[in-house]
């Protein structure tokens, strides 16, 4: 068991702005509840973890100047819309110990109950105007010198990964004593990322919005979102992840107008076929995949630098047949991937996605799944369809604290869905780790076809 021995309420360092505070269409349709990971050091320094949660709480204290919608706090307002008040209620952070070694941790898989000690404590049944959107717990473990856990959680609502990972990042080199460069300094004016008015003939039809394919002979998704889904990481090295690039590419010529299928493109159709496979579902079965693209210099003119906030875009590729995703090379699927990046990288497309949503009564209709919410959601995202990401450029293991960068970077909670994340290691030579969550009942076959099919 872990205990909290401390906790802080920090607040920004200087007085900042206050009241309502701007969130875009694509904020709205983010969840609202957090977002969590974990970081692990392995530290043999001499440096004392009570001084260190002190400069900590004074660096988080300076970094909420800059950021400081995040010291605010969310509320609901009319059609299921959310609203930003910048009232600096202040973030929230814990001092704990744990009773266990790191090594009893073992892997600090999400599907140990366990690791759930090292994170924040949310009570969501508590009025949201209470809850703050930021918090993070440092813990310290039994014996191992000064090994700890740093776990954050950031209301999704304020925050894509790319902004939370830049957040952190900042938040630990003012820790370890450094300054900040001005053009490290988020921008946080989201009036830039609105829906423009398109006229009604420039708006497009939008399949990421709509009911996903359900299994054959099925009228709704319950079943499937009552099963169990197990997390597992799988790693491919530098040799492995050209092999799969290659066997996508078969038949690709220097000549060729297109570009050669990328990572995420050849690895995310390798996934979707294994778990296709895995699922033994008939071969006349609509199966697609869901993924998200990051429109920072996607629309125009590009997002300034830095931009804070949700800079995402959904879509979804064709609805595909199961038996076709399986017989075809993987070349078929990394083509319905890339079509769909594509559609969603126009500028056009994405403001006409903002649009879309601006137009709802009710944004909560499609407001992305989320484990207190996926229930009643009509859009849940398991089998026969999957959902893709990538975190393959985000600097994952940068969040050095004075301690060095972390031994361990990972997720704390199991989807309650199929999803397969790719993300670097932190050796940076190449290999890839992916972040797999699936039904437990068909884990044991993914696994199996994922390397067989190598």
């Known amino acids: 068991m872990a205990s909290i021995i401390a906790s802080y309420v920090v607040t920004p360092k200087e007085e900042t702005p206050k009241g309502d505070f701007c969130l875009t269409e694509s ?23 009570n001084e260190l949660v002190q400069r900590m709480r004074d660096s988080l204290s300076h970094i909420l100047v800059h950021y400081y919608p995040l010291s605010g706090r969310l509320s ?13 209620k202040g973030a929230l952070l814990l001092q704990a110990e744990s009773k266990k070694t790191m090594a009893e941790y073992g892997d600090f898989s999400p599907n140990d109950d366990a690791i759930k000690e090292l994170m924040p404590n949310i009570d969501y049944s508590q009025p ?23 776990s954050t959680a950031i209301s ?30 988020p921008f946080l004016d989201r009036n830039v990322l609105t829906a423009a008015g ?32 197990r997390f597992t990481l799988l790693k491919l090295t530098a040799e492995q992840v050209q092999k799969l690039k290659q066997k996508a590419n078969i038949g690709y010529s220097d000549e060729s107008k297109e570009r050669p299928y990328s990572r995420f493109e050849a690895i995310g159709a390798h996934i979707w076929r294994c778990a296709c496979m895995a699922r033994e579902l008939d071969k006349n079965q609509p199966t697609l995949a869901k993924t998200v693209v990051d429109v920072r210099n996607k629309v125009k003119p590009p997002l300034p630098r830095n931009y804070f906030g949700n800079g995402l875009s959904t879509t979804v590729t064709t609805t595909c047949c199961v038996g076709d995703i399986i017989s075809e090379p993987v070349s078929y699927g990394a083509k319905r991937i890339r079509e769909a990046v594509e559609r969603a990288s126009n500028d056009e497309y994405i403001r006409s996605h903002l649009e879309y949503v601006a137009r709802q009564e009710r944004v909560d209709v499609i407001r992305t799944q989320s484990s207190e919410e996926h229930k009643a959601n009509v859009f849940f995202s398991g089998n026969p369809n999957i959902v893709l990401g990538s975190w393959l450029q985000m600097p994952l293991y940068e969040a050095d604290f004075g301690w060095g960068k972390p031994n361990h970077f990972g997720q704390t909670i199991v989807a309650p869905f199929d999803l397969a994340i790719l993300a670097p290691t932190r ?24 390397w067989d099919n190598l």
């Open 27 to 49: 904020d709205q349709t983010k969840r609202w509840s957090h977002a969590t990971t974990i970081y692990v050091y392995n530290n043999n320094n001499n440096v004392n973890v």
């Open 76 to 88: 609901w307002t009319e059609g299921g819309r959310l609203k930003m008040d910048c009232n600096a």
């Open 128 to 150: 949201m105007e209470d809850i703050p959107l930021f918090l993070a717990q440092v813990t310290k473990f039994h014996g191992d010198g000064n090994a700890i856990a740093i």
């Open 156 to 185: 999704h609502t304020m925050s894509d990964g790319v902004s939370a990972v830049h957040f952190i990042n900042l938040w630990a080199k003012l820790t370890r004593g450094e300054t900040l460069d001005p053009n490290e300094l």
């Open 198 to 229: 398109l006229p009604a003939s420039r708006r497009f039809d939008h399949p990421e919005f709509k009911p996903l394919p359900l299994i054959l002979g099925r009228t709704d998704n319950i079943e499937e979102q009552k099963k169990k889904t």
């Open 427 to 450: 050796d940076a030579d190449g290999s890839i780790v992916i972040f797999v969550h699936f039904q437990m009942a068909h884990m044991h076959n993914f696994i199996k076809f994922f």
